[in-house]
Each structure stands twice: as structure tokens, then as C-alpha cells.
């Protein structure tokens, strides 16, 4: 008898993991942990029962009471550690101009770092996330024309004087971003949607011709501070995710309205994460 309880404690203090294979009764759409040495078998479950299993019997030990293990499950965020996005920029209030076409090679990227979550409900599902992460945003224009400054300081999409061959142009920056987002989460899928804040900074509006790449403004009149709102759905490890601007990114003269008068362009970006 002596032996069996030496066994059975050297058992547990030195137990390899393994995948429990067979012979206990447990319940459902629980995930397993099995510790074994030989015929000694201990089991943890998700849903914090314990089993000891020694040859042929099998003892229930470490149960708490369902409640107290539920107030203490915490609610997952679905914001993905890495993303990448087609990004678009819309106008606002008057047509597009034929300047602010852009090629589909318009992105965005970025990660975000860390998040708080907040409990909602007591069993997990539903909560609250505040994020911190940063992204590269590049838009591609078309049709020869850049993003310049005219002689009264104001923004607008034209040719450059000199006119030369442009192979293409670009206005890109990078981001500051911290979302705040109310989910839901269920056993593989998770919805996310609210606000996020966005601080943009090292904005540079750039073309290529001749040969090499030429910085046309170094720091474009944009509005540094932006109010978007974002919606992530998450299926497993894969995030759909979107993101609309809600306040304006740049003010831009065109030439296909009135004289003097500008149209607003707000960021658009939809694309996949992880």
C-alpha cells in the first residue's frame, strides 16, 4: 500500500503531457489536458474539474462551484495582431475629380500591440477593448498627376510644370492608432465594431519619374487627428476587418468645380488580418 501511494505521488510530481486517448468519462466540449506516467493518468479540464485516473478507477477532485468559475472568465478581443488592407479615398459633397483616380495598388498595413479588455458579462462573451497599434497608409494616383501645393498654399492634384514622364505617385503616412471596441465572441466566431482615434504623422506626398523617386511636399497640409469607425469579424484566426474615416483627411482644390472651391476626401480600407 506503502508503494502504490509512493507511486502515485512521484505520478504527479513528474508527469509528461500527452493527449488523452480513451477510458474516462467527461463531459462535452471541454478541452483536455492529460498528465500520465504508465497507468496513472491526471486530467484537467477547461472547465476546471479534475480527474485521477489509477488503472481502472477513476476519482473526481478539484471542483468549484460553476458561478465562481464563470465571474472569473475573461472576455478575448478579436483586434488582429497584423493587417493588410486595399485603401481608397472617397470625396465628399462634390463628384470626384479625374485627378483623384487611384490605382489598385493602394494599401494600407499595421499591427496592433496590445489591448485591455474588459468584462461585459460574466461568462466572457461580451466586452470592451481599448488597442494600441500603428499603421503605413499609401495612396496611388493615376493619370500623371500629384499632390502639390499651388501658389496660394492650398492642396491640389495636378502636373508638375516641368511636366515631366511621372510613373507614379503616391501621398503616404504613418499612423498612431488606439481603437475602442464593444464585442461579442462565441466558440469560433467573434464580432467587434466602434471608434478608434488616429494620430498621423511622417506624411509625404512623392512621385517617380526620370529614374528615381522625388519628395514633392514633405509635410502636406492633412489634418493630423481622425475619428474613424471600425467593424472586425473574426472567424478562427482570420479577421475581416474595415475601417471608414469619419472626419476629413485633406481639403483639395479641383478643377471640376466651381472656382476656389474644395471637396473633402476622407480614408477607406478594408482587407484581412491575424
Same mark, same amino acid.
Request: charged residues 20%; contains cysteine; aromatic residues 8%.
Given at each position: ?10 505520478? /504527479? ?21 492529460? /498528465? ?9 479540464? =477547461? =472547465? ?8 481502472h478507477f477513476t476519482f473526481k477532485i478539484g471542483i468549484k462551484n ?6 472569473? *472568465?475573461?472576455?478575448?478581443? &478579436? ?7 486595399? $485603401? ?14 487611384? $490605382? ?8 496592433? /500591440? ?6 461585459? %458579462?460574466?461568462?466572457? &462573451? ?9 499603421? *503605413?497608409?499609401?495612396? *496611388?494616383?493615376?493619370? =500623371? ?17 516641368? &511636366?515631366?514622364? !511621372?510613373?507614379k505617385s503616391w501621398l503616404r503616412y504613418w499612423s498612431i492608432r488606439?481603437?475602442?471596441? !464593444? ?22 506626398? *512623392? ?10 511636399? %514633405? ?7 481622425? #475619428?474613424? $469607425?471600425?467593424?472586425? #469579424?473574426?472567424?478562427? =484566426?482570420?479577421?475581416i476587418l474595415g475601417r471608414v474615416g469619419l472626419t476629413d483627411l485633406?481639403? !483639395? ?22
Open positions: 500500500m506503502k508503494k502504490t501511494i509512493t507511486t502515485v505521488l512521484i505520478a /504527479l510530481a513528474l508527469l509528461p503531457v500527452k493527449t488523452l486517448a480513451q477510458g474516462v468519462n467527461m463531459p462535452n466540449d471541454t478541452a483536455t489536458t492529460s /498528465l500520465s506516467s504508465k497507468n496513472i493518468n491526471y486530467i484537467i479540464e =477547461d =472547465d476546471n474539474k479534475s480527474y485521477l485516473k489509477v488503472g460553476k458561478k465562481e468559475y464563470q465571474a472569473k *472568465r475573461i472576455y478575448d478581443n &478579436n483586434l488582429p495582431s497584423i493587417y493588410f488592407t486595399h $485603401a481608397q479615398l472617397n470625396s465628399r459633397g462634390f463628384a470626384k475629380s479625374d485627378a483623384l483616380k487611384q $490605382a489598385g495598388s493602394s494599401y494600407e498595413w499595421g499591427m496592433y /500591440l496590445c489591448a485591455h479588455d474588459i468584462n461585459l %458579462s460574466k461568462n466572457g &462573451n461580451t466586452g470592451m477593448s481599448v488597442g494600441l497599434g500603428f499603421s *503605413r497608409t499609401s495612396f *496611388r494616383f493615376k493619370n =500623371d498627376n500629384v499632390l502639390m501645393e499651388d501658389e496660394m498654399g492650398d492642396l491640389i492634384f495636378s502636373k508638375l510644370p516641368t &511636366n515631366p514622364n !511621372i510613373n488606439m481603437p475602442v471596441t !464593444i464585442g461579442y465572441r462565441s466558440k469560433n466566431i467573434a464580432i467587434s465594431a466602434g471608434p478608434e482615434l488616429e494620430w498621423r504623422i511622417m506624411c509625404r506626398s *512623392r512621385a517617380k519619374y526620370e529614374g528615381s523617386k522625388h519628395t514633392i511636399i %514633405s509635410e502636406p497640409d492633412i489634418n493630423p487627428l481622425a #475619428v474613424n $469607425a471600425i467593424v472586425n #469579424v473574426s472567424i478562427g =484566426d482570420i479577421c485633406l481639403k !483639395i482644390k479641383s478643377s471640376t468645380v466651381k472656382q476656389g472651391s474644395n471637396f473633402s476626401v476622407t480614408p477607406f480600407s478594408v482587407g484581412i488580418g491575424f
